[in-house]
């Protein structure tokens, strides 16, 4: 199972990405996704997560009301759509999925990470 992200770049603060998170196989329906992001000197946090049908989603407060995930079981994709970004939004981003519980979960409780994609918002 392989997952890379993509989409991320340098914005204004106000401005608008598209991060994108390709799975490598078929049986992207069978897992619950989600996006983490690190910031420099912090740690991983949980960003948004969606459940295996996308029928369920959890947001961080952090983001609620600017940021939406979405998957397309179909196309084997999930996409964090984030609007209205700050600088504090500024962090490597990274898409991740498991197969066992639910929704949000730990971290440790994913299985399979793609790549990070940069996301810097100015001021």
């Known amino acids: 199972v392989q997952l890379q992200a993509s989409g991320g770049g340098l914005v204004q603060a106000g401005g608008s990405l598209r991060l994108s998170c390709r799975f490598s196989v078929r049986t992207f329906g069978s897992f619950d996704m989600g996006w983490f992001r690190q910031a420099p000197g912090k740690e991983r946090e949980i960003v948004a997560a969606?459940?295996?049908?996308?029928?369920?989603?959890y947001y961080a407060d952090s983001v609620k009301g600017r940021f939406t995930i979405s998957r397309d079981n179909a196309k084997n994709n999930m996409y964090l759509q984030m609007n209205n970004l700050k600088p504090e939004d500024t962090a490597d981003y990274y898409c991740a999925a498991k197969w066992r519980g639910t929704i949000p979960a730990q971290e440790s409780d994913y299985d399979y990470w793609g790549q990070g994609t940069q996301v810097t918002v100015s001021s």
């Open positions: 969606v459940s295996k049908s996308g029928g369920s989603t």
